[in-house]
């Protein structure tokens, strides 16, 4: 490419964007998620829970929609060295290098924690919190926190409770950035077991259903419905990806592992996402 051409410079340009665009879908598309994560247990239509649990629908971000949720991914160290920077101990990893995580139904469900924290002395709590770490862009996003986290991100809140309950704390620390000019959202929220009881029962019951659950509406106008990445799947009968998982002979077992009823055996990890010619959709 000469770049004295009339042009060149802004192809070449939209070239290079394009190609990390490209970049970033492969490299941050990582599949359907394995397991039914804690994150997702605060939305309200069980059908859509179970849809997602049963791969019925992988849906593929814009290069940019990736980039913006790896952002999310790296604010996380920032946020620690804030904490560390104000004399807060901070658990990011065990003392094995592994992260915090949480298991539910057999391995099926569970999540992974941002960490836990001790307080500065000075501070005169003397117990350990739970710290969760979000990012939003400016608008009702961020700003409707000022109603509480619990009220503004009640899938956020869900998440917190869930891993609260699990590793027996009271207290969570969540932080929450605006990714647009840096400003800090805090809240002390006090964790409510009994809801994360609740939606572990919750999470077990998708999990364990060989057929879809009732869905949160019975019009796909519904706020909900409207936006929904399985809408079609939900009202208009649009076929499943294939793969095991949505499969009617797929089941869950013991050890977050899949068994296949028609051929009578595991299902081996790496086939799962593909499928056999046997395939036969579970909805």
């Known amino acids: 490419m000469n770049l004295e051409d009339p042009g060149a410079s802004i192809q070449l340009a939209r070239r290079i964007k394009a190609d990390i665009d490209a ?37 593929q971000y814009t290069g940019r929609m990736y980039r913006l949720f790896q952002r999310g991914k790296l604010e996380e160290a920032r946020f620690i060295e804030y904490l560390r920077g104000i004399g807060f101990t901070v658990w990011e990893v065990t003392e094995d290098g ?73 207290y969570g620390l969540y932080l929450n950035t605006n990714k647009n000019d840096d400003d800090i959202y805090v809240e002390i929220v006090k964790l409510n077991w ?46 499943p990806d294939k793969n095991c998982r949505s499969c009617i002979e797929a089941v869950t077992i013991e050890k977050a592992r899949w068994y296949c009823q028609l051929f009578d055996q595991t299902i081996p990890k790496d086939f799962i996402k593909s499928g056999c010619d046997e395939w036969k959709p579970i909805i």
């Open 23 to 59: 970049y970033c879908v492969k490299a941050y598309d990582s599949g359907p998620r394995e397991h039914l994560g804690a994150s997702e247990l605060g939305h309200p239509c069980n059908r859509y829970l179970w849809f997602v649990f049963r791969w019925i629908h992988h849906k």
């Open 98 to 170: 592994e992260q915090h995580r949480i298991i539910i139904a057999q391995g099926h469900g569970g999540g992974s924690l941002d960490g836990v924290c001790m307080f500065p002395q000075e501070y005169q709590i003397d117990e350990p919190f739970l710290v969760e770490f979000k990012t939003n862009g400016t608008g009702r996003g961020f700003t409707e926190l000022s109603q509480g986290v619990q009220l503004a991100k009640p899938r956020h809140y869900a998440q917190m409770c869930v891993y609260g309950f699990k590793y027996q704390l009271r």
């Open 194 to 239: 009994t809801l994360a009881q609740e939606l572990e029962a919750k999470a077990e019951n998708i999990i364990a259903s060989q057929e879809p659950l009732a869905r949160i509406a019975e019009s796909p106008a519904y706020f909900e419905c409207k936006y929904c990445d399985c809408k079609d799947h939900c009202f208009n009968q649009r076929m």
